[in-house]
């Protein structure tokens, strides 16, 4: 059925599905964007779109995904202008909706390198599996996701690992929501011909009843992840801070003071 209609243009996607989302979003919690909340958004849009165009533009020159005849109006460099944008709102997007969910972010410090430790093993575990992955042609585009969002994942981990999982049921109900959307959009936008995976270097795997490729169900998951543990540690900082001194908020991030007043 959705294969059956006409394909849209990249931008009018964005206007169909992305957009007004955020729109309503917005009108939910404008009310609870302080000046730090929407600096935090904008923060992570900044980064997401500093990390992610050269590895975007590199898969897109590589071949591994393409995009339907007449769906591009105008690229930059190798990927399309509404990538870009997309890459922009994902983060406002997940953003707005971690702040609809409403719970504050708590100013605990708290040492716990074992913790930490196996947050960052585990995310280390998985670049290496991603390492693997692009080895072998049809791993190729899964094991790209794996080594690049492993690597920043750990950091988080190694950075504030206790108050991640503090905050364990606030981060996954903030990731749940948009990656499930964003897994429908994007199967809608890969059946109307937007774009496509290279069978070249994907699995040909898919999730069960939705038909989205594998690939891209851990994209939107690992990416949102991304976005929310970020926003989440850039408010717990702030509230580190704001308890107490700059240093305090550098204990947050490199606990040296910690660990000398414990000792």
Do not use: C, K
């Not at 959705?2 to 992305?18: E, K, N, R, S």
């Not at 897109?60 to 709102?89: D, K, N, Q």
């Not at 196996?118 to 992955?133: K, R």
């Not at 926003?231 to 801070?241: M, Y």
């Amino acid at each position: 059925m959705i294969d059956q209609l006409p394909v849209p243009g990249y931008a009018a996607f964005h206007l169909v599905f992305v957009l007004p989302v955020i729109v309503v979003l917005g009108v939910v919690v404008h009310r609870r964007l302080s000046s730090h909340r929407i600096a935090g958004i904008g923060l992570l849009a900044a980064l997401a779109l500093v990390y992610t165009v050269p590895w975007d533009n590199y898969l897109v020159a590589r071949g591994v995904w393409y995009y339907g005849a007449g769906t591009v109006a105008a690229r930059i460099g190798h990927a399309p202008v509404g990538e870009y944008a997309f890459i922009l709102l994902q983060p406002v997007l997940t953003g707005l909706w971690l702040h609809a969910l409403g719970p504050a972010i708590d100013d605990e410090v708290s040492i716990a390198w074992r913790r930490r430790a196996v947050g960052v093993a585990f995310w280390l575990a998985v670049t290496a599996v991603g390492g693997l992955l692009v080895t072998t042609g049809t791993g190729y585009y899964l094991g790209a996701i794996l080594v690049w969002t492993g690597p920043v994942l750990a950091l988080q981990w190694g950075v504030g690992g206790p108050a991640l999982l503090r905050h364990r049921r606030l981060v996954g109900l903030a990731v749940l929501a948009p990656t499930a959307y964003l897994w429908i959009v994007d199967r809608i936008a890969i059946g109307l011909g937007l774009w496509e995976l290279s069978p070249a270097f994907a699995t040909g795997l898919a999730v069960p009843v939705l038909g989205l490729p594998v690939e891209e169900a851990v994209f939107f998951a690992l990416t949102n992840l991304l976005v929310v543990q970020g926003i989440v540690l850039f408010h717990w900082v702030l509230e580190v801070v704001a308890a107490g001194t700059v240093a305090d908020g550098f204990d947050a991030l490199v606990p040296v003071g910690v660990i000398a007043r414990w000792r």
